[in-house]
């Protein structure tokens, strides 16, 4: 099933799929999310369900894109930085700058502000951690780890052993009495409130991605491969779900735990979230006859994971915008329901534009 030499190298149709699917994930949640959405029981059900993935598919696939690129490493840390920087950016433009438009169009039609509330929000804004971050920093360990040769089991090694000492290393809660020691600390191990998720919790599926890129690069029977991963993957998700349900007996308990075990995910957690997505990925790439047979849905799918970045970076301009045209009122289950076609629609007609205008200076 395996050979020693690199065979299995073109794309791989099921990643570009997961990618595609990974961003009206996304869209639903953060529009309840950013616009203090009704939490319904609907909607905390998909929460569930979406978080034993959500950014455990961009971090995985970015792990095991990394195999198949051919970026040197000296361009990995150069992508690093501008990730980095992306963070800080996507901070200003797509989150304070929308809030005070949105604050200053109220203004101008003399509708009632709460300017107040963007200064209070403005400070955490600005400072705000999230998959930038933690894509940026990845990048810059996987060039260090190229660099070092690292064997793909080490990989594997390196996931796991993050998974079992990261519940030990969050800062959630923690101090170390030194506040520019917790200040960065935090940026790494979570535990601010600026800190949405945090790297330790999130490298496991970097490092697992690569891994299994590895693996899936010498396959000779990829067919094989994801019927071997299956059983073990279901015991993995079942064993979790058992323990999950065995702590929590109804809705809001599960989706308080789910919630928090997201951003600081336990051993199990973090090994059924990888174990969701090879499952998905095994199961897309026994579907991928069928999808690409149904060209819009390929062509859409595609085009997402194609765009994964452009997309992530600018859908929180629009919510936010939205969330202060609103005067950041709560919002009905419905109205976010109704906005997530509204607000992808208008992150395609930004990204659009954004191209033309690149090309246009060419």
Sequence with gaps: MFTEK?????????????????????????SFQIMGGTLVPAYKTTYILATMTGSTIFLFVLGLGSTYSRRTNSQLVWDGLKLLLYQLLSNVLAF??????????????????????????????????????????SYLLLALLRQLKTPTWMYFALALLFMVINPYLYMNGKTTGNAVADYV???????????????????????????????????????????IITLPAVIVVAAYAWYAFSLNDNLDSLYAYSSKGYIYPSALRALANCSCVLLMSGLLYALRNQITAIKPFHAALVHLSRKTTPYYAVHPFWYVLIASLMCFAPCSAAFCLLMTPVVWTL???????????RACKR
């Design 6 to 30: 690199e065979i299995n190298t073109g794309r791989q149709i099921e990643f570009d799929y997961l990618k595609g699917l990974f961003i009206p994930m996304i869209l639903l949640i953060h």
């Design 185 to 227: 600390l935090t940026m790494f191990a979570g535990g601010r409130a600026a800190v949405s998720l945090c790297f330790l919790a999130h490298i496991p599926y970097v490092l697992f991605g690569v891994g299994f890129g590895k693996v899936l690069r010498r396959t000779t029977n990829k067919t094989r491969l994801y019927g």
């Design 347 to 357: 992150c395609y007609i930004t990204i659009r534009f954004w191209e033309r205008l």
């Design 96 to 137: 304070v700058f929308p809030m005070v438009i949105g604050q200053g169009v109220r203004g101008l039609f003399g509708l009632e502000t709460m300017w107040a509330v963007v200064w209070q929000r403005m400070p955490m804004m600005i400072e705000y951690i999230n998959i930038f971050f933690i894509a940026g920093i």
